[in-house]
């Protein structure tokens, strides 16, 4: 065979494994680390971003996901990779470099790499998971067990080819069971090593109905999750899910001139970081600063009942039976009066 043909066919066949090769390690998903600009120079466009957490997940069918939270997959969106060309319909990358633990791209402006184009520099998710630091304060002691808190190091995966969140997923079961109304949920559920939940607990109530599908619909997760690794083994995890329910001012036309009714949101963001805060405490142990932090939500809510029902609970643990029956008659006299154990 003529050698310049042989030298070519080789080339070829080198070429197509190297492209097939690239295609199957850009599978998954990998987080922004830097960006710069082609020429390292100043670029306060590209800085802003390079603030901005972003993560990338290709799959094998010509699907990617956009996110910019660290435990959501995000937007769907159609990809294509030629001649180490990331096609994302809205935007083209040239790949410098990737391997098993870093992968290099380079924004394309007109099909061409410039001075002004982003170097983007990803690691492997479960890579750059590895790096990050543990805060001690994410992990309730079981006994020999671990149960570790939701955080940026240590999260489940929730895997559901029709929704890209949990949350999306359990929204048809309490559609419309809010009434219309301002309201905040507020749940926390575990979720095992094989996948499956247990240990469902809803902290924040809405109403009865509203509670019931919520629990049905996060049983239903059962198989849908992936543990999160640490240390090279799976752990327990323990998902929380919020909802916000607000209403949105109304507006009417009185002779030609729009009138806007507005509507005041009892539930501040900061009651909402408040109760979460208390809320953590009491399930790490910290009954007593728990019952404090609570106390101080009182004053940035009207309706406080839901309060009562973790004074409740809190105040069974700790055997105080006199604050224990004055936040049960106030339970027994609401609309919660279901939360309370038969």
């Known amino acids: 065979m003529n050698i310049r043909i042989t030298t070519s066919l080789f080339l070829f066949i080198l070429s197509t494994t190297l492209f097939s090769?690239?295609?199957?390690?850009?599978?998954?998903?990998?987080?922004?680390?830097?960006?710069?600009?082609?020429?390292?120079?100043?670029?306060?466009?590209?800085?802003?971003?390079?603030?901005?957490?972003?993560?990338?997940?290709?799959?094998?069918?010509g699907q990617m996901y956009i996110s910019s939270v660290y435990n959501e997959k995000g937007y769907k969106i159609k990809y294509t990779v030629k001649n180490d060309i990331i096609d994302l319909l809205f935007n083209k990358f040239k790949i410098e470099k990737i391997d098993n633990r870093q992968l290099i791209l380079i924004e394309l402006n007109n099909n061409k790499i410039s001075p002004s184009s982003a170097r983007m520099f990803f690691s492997r998710e479960q890579v750059y998971l590895d790096e990050l630091t543990l805060d001690e304060k994410n992990i309730i002691k079981q006994g020999k067990d671990s149960l570790y808190i939701e955080n940026q190091k240590v999260y489940p995966k929730f895997r559901n080819k029709d929704y890209a969140n949990v949350k999306s997923f359990i929204q048809p079961f309490v559609e419309g069971r809010s009434n219309g109304k301002e309201h905040l949920s507020?749940?926390?559920?575990?979720?095992?090593?094989d996948g499956k939940v247990s240990d469902i607990k809803i902290?924040?109530?809405?109403?009865?109905?509203?509670?019931?599908?919520?629990?049905?619909?996060?049983?239903k997760t059962n198989g849908m999750w992936i543990s999160p690794v640490v240390n090279g083994k799976k752990v327990k995890v323990l998902k929380e899910v919020l909802f916000h329910y607000i209403l949105f001012s109304n507006s009417k036309n009185t002779n030609?001139?729009?009138?806007?009714?507005?509507?005041?949101?009892?539930?501040?963001?900061?009651?909402?970081?408040?109760?979460?805060?208390?809320?953590?405490?009491?399930?790490?142990?910290?009954?007593?600063?728990?019952?404090?932090?609570?106390?101080?939500?009182?004053?940035l809510t009207s309706n406080n009942i839901n309060i009562s029902i973790q004074?409740?609970?809190?105040?069974?643990?700790?055997?105080?039976?006199?604050?224990?029956?004055?936040?049960?008659?106030?339970?027994?006299?609401?609309?919660?009066?279901?939360?309370?154990?038969?």
């Open 256 to 299: 030609g001139k729009i009138e806007i009714n507005q509507k005041t949101n009892g539930i501040t963001k900061s009651y909402e970081s408040l109760f979460k805060k208390a809320t953590k405490e009491y399930l790490i142990g910290n009954l007593e600063s728990a019952l404090k932090i609570y106390s101080e939500c009182v004053d």
């Open 311 to 342: 004074k409740n609970i809190i105040y069974k643990k700790l055997n105080d039976s006199l604050n224990f029956d004055k936040t049960k008659e106030r339970i027994q006299n609401s609309k919660f009066n279901y939360t309370l154990k038969k």
């Open 203 to 219: 902290h924040h109530h809405i109403n009865k109905s509203y509670d019931k599908n919520l629990k049905k619909a996060i049983l």
């Open 186 to 193: 507020y749940s926390t559920f575990v979720i095992n090593t």
């Open 21 to 61: 090769q690239n295609n199957r390690i850009i599978l998954g998903s990998w987080i922004k680390t830097k960006i710069e600009a082609f020429d390292k120079g100043n670029n306060p466009f590209i800085e802003k971003r390079d603030k901005n957490f972003i993560k990338y997940t290709f799959e094998n069918n």
